[in-house]
């Protein structure tokens, strides 16, 4: 058999309140349904394009797969082998794009594992993990009634049992700080993580920031300059001793390899949609693993599609947290997975796990 129908469906997917953070503020999440077609068996994908990330948009997304949907078309989908010749021939013909290559692989995992009777992690030889523990992480915060909402957060992440909070930051220094200082003034001891997307520019901006926060106990700051800021990155990371995770900076194992040569971090967030699929987090996965670099589960938020996505790709490594949390999302296009307070389980259904509405 072969791959038959390969189509594309614009999804807006509406938040329960806008997601802001230092770059963007976003209600509904402008992405793409992918889905492939065999024997009448559907895979379904979801690409999760983001200008300031991917450099992608709805339209481009659509654009690329149908320029690429010739070359693949009758290609056979029998195994793991002939997904990865159906990528090769996509990054034969398409540079970048990586949230269109990864909406695309979704889908063909998704009707492989369907054609095997087999959950995606186990094609792609994933341990045997039957759940995982989420952070629990925050947008921005009121300003104008901060310790009260930081209160209220904090309570919130205790009854959820909590192990790892985020928040994000890199608006507005001052508030940066107060958000700090009441965390610890409410909850000494958890571990905290500061999401910046790039909010503090460069190493000159950032040093005030780092030098303010060595009290805190800082678990981590993500990505505090500019993505390929990987000079300042390392500095901040060698003179504070704050440990700096890059984010926005890493989608292609040649950027891994560049932040391991420029020592810019101690810790990557790998995302499924940003850096191209499954198989592209692999190779990041083993690199890092080979190197001692740490590296966690992030994502872009996203429906159950890619959140189940996700979960198999938490089965291929040994990530240090899981930031994959889609209960920002107001209406979900799919339905089939299981999650209690931050405790998710690795879906065991056939493909993704999930089933939407065609």
Same mark, same amino acid.
């Given at each position: ?54 450099? @992608? ?73 039957? @759940? ?227």
């Amino acid at each position: 058999m072969a791959l038959e129908k390969i189509e594309t469906k614009k999804n807006f997917i509406p938040l329960k309140e806008p997601f802001k953070y230092a770059l963007a503020s976003m209600t509904e999440l402008p992405y793409v349904l992918v889905t492939v077609t065999e024997n009448n068996i559907i895979g379904i994908g979801e690409s999760s394009p983001a200008p300031d990330v991917t450099g @992608e948009t709805q339209e481009s997304v659509i654009n690329i797969i149908n320029f690429i949907k010739p070359l693949i078309t009758g290609k056979p989908v029998e195994n793991k082998k002939d997904i990865e010749n159906i990528l090769k021939i996509l990054d034969a013909y398409v540079s970048n794009n990586q949230a269109a290559k990864s909406g695309l692989e979704m889908a063909l995992f998704d009707l492989l594992g369907k054609k095997k009777n087999l959950p995606v992690y186990k094609i792609l030889n994933g341990k045997n993990k039957k @759940e995982i523990k989420l952070q629990k992480t925050f947008g921005f915060l009121n300003e104008n009634n901060l310790e009260n909402e930081v209160r209220e957060s904090i309570a919130e992440a205790k009854s959820l049992g909590a192990e790892i909070i985020k928040y994000k930051v890199g608006l507005n220094k001052k508030y940066d700080l107060d958000l700090v200082k009441f965390i610890r003034k409410y909850n000494p001891k958890i571990k905290i993580v500061l999401d910046v997307n790039q909010g503090w520019k460069n190493f000159k901006k950032a040093s005030p920031m780092f030098s303010a926060l060595k009290k805190y106990n800082i678990s981590w700051i993500e990505q505090p300059v500019l993505a390929y800021d990987y000079e300042g990155s390392a500095a901040l990371k060698k003179k504070y001793k704050i440990p700096v995770m890059i984010d926005e900076g890493l989608k292609t194992i040649s950027d891994c390899k560049l932040i391991k040569i420029k020592k810019a971090a101690n810790l990557v967030n790998i995302k499924i949609t940003k850096v191209g699929g499954f198989l592209k987090a692999k190779e990041i996965i083993d690199f890092c693993d080979k190197n001692e670099i740490k590296y966690m589960l992030g994502d872009m938020v996203h429906s159950n599609i890619a959140t189940a996505a996700n979960l198999h790709l938490a089965t291929l490594g040994n990530f240090v947290s899981y930031d994959i949390d889609n209960s920002r999302v107001k209406e979900d296009v799919a339905s089939g997975l299981q999650k209690n307070n931050l405790i998710y389980k690795i879906p065991q259904d056939p493909g993704l796990g999930v089933s939407i509405k065609l």
